[in-house]
């Protein structure tokens, strides 16, 4: 498997709190996406961070990666009922030159 | 505009049908995919395209085959459908096979 500690699968926040989803993998990668998957839609980049970067945001997004811990996260600020979605994490594979997806994170914000 | 449209939306199917799932894209992208996606599984590979007539499989190919004859269209072949392939179906492209994946609206195909 190309996953370590499982990746949270579900999670539940109220309206206005901030919310961190944490993600964690064995593939050597220098590059890890972030997608999110509305329902009955595609997934959809939301935000890309490279090795270089350790972290960067965009909007009330804010992602992070390790490299050597081989691990990434991504926090959203204030969140709202519109970000209500399944998020993926999927770090590129550096060997095989692909993008490997993670299982997702159901995350629900309740009004 | 960029898009990736997936064509059926919705089909049904019985067992031991063949099932044709066509894609295309308005991008010029090299690299094209097939996913299934299940409950609790998340998105699973079934084959990479990197262009015409060149076509790897992915983790899960068994089952399935593609063809890709022109940049702009690759397709998914179900040869005698199954009912454990009932399951929703996105295609995507991308630039390279390591760049931003583009992810059409998926076809949620069910097999009686």
């Known amino acids: 498997s190309q996953w370590g500690e499982e990746n949270l699968q579900a999670l539940s926040i109220q309206e206005g709190e901030d919310v961190t989803m944490n993600c964690s993998y064995k593939?050597?990668?220098?590059?890890v996406h972030w997608y999110r998957q509305d329902s009955g839609r595609g997934p959809a980049l939301i935000i890309l961070?490279?090795?270089?970067?350790r972290e960067k945001r965009s909007g009330r997004l804010r992602a992070t990666l390790d490299t050597s811990s081989q691990s990434s996260s991504l926090s959203i600020t204030a969140a709202q009922c519109e970000d209500t979605a399944v998020y993926f994490c999927a770090p590129v594979d550096t060997n095989a030159y692909k993008v490997i997806f993670g299982k997702g994170t159901h995350l629900h914000v309740l009004p | 505009d960029m898009k990736v449209t997936q064509m059926p939306r919705y089909l049904i199917k019985r067992m031991g049908e063949n099932v044709l799932l066509e894609c295309g894209q308005d991008?010029?992208?090299?690299?094209m995919y097939w996913y299934r996606q299940d409950p609790g599984l998340g998105l699973q590979l079934i084959y990479i395209s990197y262009d015409v007539d060149s076509n790897s499989e992915g983790d899960i190919p068994k089952g399935y085959r593609v063809s890709r004859k022109k940049r702009e269209h690759f397709s998914l072949i179900l040869d005698s459908a199954k009912t454990n392939q009932t399951s929703v179906y996105f295609c995507?492209?991308?630039?390279?096979?390591?760049?931003?994946?583009?992810f059409g609206s998926g076809t949620r195909l069910t097999v009686l």
């Open positions: 593939t050597y990668t220098t590059v």
């Open positions: 995507a492209s991308s630039l390279g096979s390591a760049e931003t994946l583009y």
């Open positions: 991008m010029s992208h090299e690299t």
């Open positions: 961070i490279r090795s270089n970067e």
